[in-house]
């Protein structure tokens, strides 16, 4: 069913499974989604935690979450996401013969425009409200102890912290990605919001899936339809 997401008579099709309602709100949804920026997880070995980032996407719009997994896989924990994990897109990378599972992800990023900042308070790092929000950017957190490996710092294109003032030195991750998601998110929607939203052509692509996720059968709803266009 390759290209099916711009067939508009195999959408029309499969919306008329779809209560205006949901169709309405997936619209509304769809016209703040954005992946200008995104999240890379590193070896997060706590779902709980991973989940609660995911549900911290959909929260701001964020299309794409990206997840290295190292010593640790991960799983949507549905309790957490609330539902969050059926709308966003969720990449996944592990360690191959011939290439880490950190430089598959980061060559993947920078294949499609984004600078990559890994997020940490040692060495080197920048206060995040330096951070310009002038490009698609990726912000790699690491897991619940160790923080980001040293090999994502040498590999990240720079280092950003969040400025804290208490006797802690880390926010829990989910808490983390929504600082630095507002931070940047309200910087960019007030200077360039007309390259912050989706394209039409993603919207479409996306919308196919929402659909797709939506209808009860659907891929025998998909067989019926072009069934019926064969026999015309």
Not at 6 to 15: G, K, N
Not at 142 to 161: F, L, R, T, Y
Request: net charge negative; proline share 3%.
């Amino acid at each position: 069913m390759e290209n099916s997401f711009l067939d508009a008579d195999l959408l029309a099709y499969l919306s008329q499974y779809v209560t205006d309602h949901k169709k309405a709100r997936m619209e509304e949804v769809l016209a703040l989604r954005s992946r200008f920026f995104t999240l890379v997880l590193e070896d997060i070995y706590k779902p709980h935690n991973a989940s609660a980032v995911i549900r911290t996407c959909d929260c701001f719009g964020v299309q794409d979450i990206h997840i290295i997994e190292k010593a640790n896989s991960y799983n949507v924990n549905p309790y957490v996401t609330r539902g969050a994990a059926q709308w966003v897109d969720i990449h996944k990378y592990q360690d191959a013969p011939d290439q880490s599972s950190v430089d598959a992800c980061f060559d993947e990023l920078r294949s499609q425009g984004y600078k990559i900042m890994a997020t940490s308070p040692h060495g080197e790092s920048n206060p995040l409200h330096e951070l310009k929000a002038d490009q698609k950017t990726a912000l790699v957190f690491g897991n619940e102890h160790a923080g980001v490996s040293e090999e994502v710092i040498q590999k990240s294109d720079g280092v950003v912290h969040i400025p804290m003032t208490g006797f802690t030195e880390s926010f829990n991750i989910s808490v983390s990605a929504s600082i630095c998601l507002y931070d940047l998110q309200q910087k960019i929607v007030r200077s360039q919001p007309e390259v912050y939203f989706l394209s039409e052509k993603e919207k479409a692509e996306i919308r196919f899936r929402w659909y797709k996720s939506m209808v009860k059968n659907v891929e025998a709803h998909i067989r019926k339809f072009y069934e019926g266009k064969i026999e015309q």
